[in-house]
Nanobody
């Protein structure tokens, strides 16, 4: 199983980016999916999560600026980021709980990370 993240880049403060992360390989089902971020010198932190049925949760710092969504048919999770701030600069990682075999608990997989840089 591989998670391929894309959509990062350089944007000015106030701008928007949309991140995507697609799971491929031996995927039978996917439970929770999410986005985390890690800024230089800081620990990785949760940005947003979404369950298979679409229940979402967000970190407090999101404050209504980001929206997480998923397309179960495409095994893909998205993060729409609006009103970006310089403090949002970080490497963003996707995460998914993937089942590869029925009767076995899902395993957690991580994407390779995509850089988001917000200039002031």
């Amino acid at each position: 199983v591989q998670l391929q993240a894309s959509g990062g880049g350089l944007v000015q403060a106030g701008g928007s980016l949309r991140l995507s992360c697609a799971a491929s390989g031996r995927v039978l089902f996917i439970n929770d999916m999410g986005w985390y971020r890690q800024a230089p010198g800081k620990q990785r932190e949760l940005v947003a999560g979404i369950t298979r049925v679409g229940t979402t949760n967000y970190a407090d710092f999101v404050n209504g600026r980001f929206t997480i969504s998923r397309d179960n048919a495409k095994n893909t999770v998205y993060l729409q980021m609006n009103s970006l701030k310089p403090e949002d600069t970080a490497v963003y990682y996707c995460n998914a709980q993937v089942g590869v075999r029925f009767g076995r608990s899902p395993d957690t997989y991580w994407g390779q990370g995509t850089q988001v840089t917000v200039s002031s």
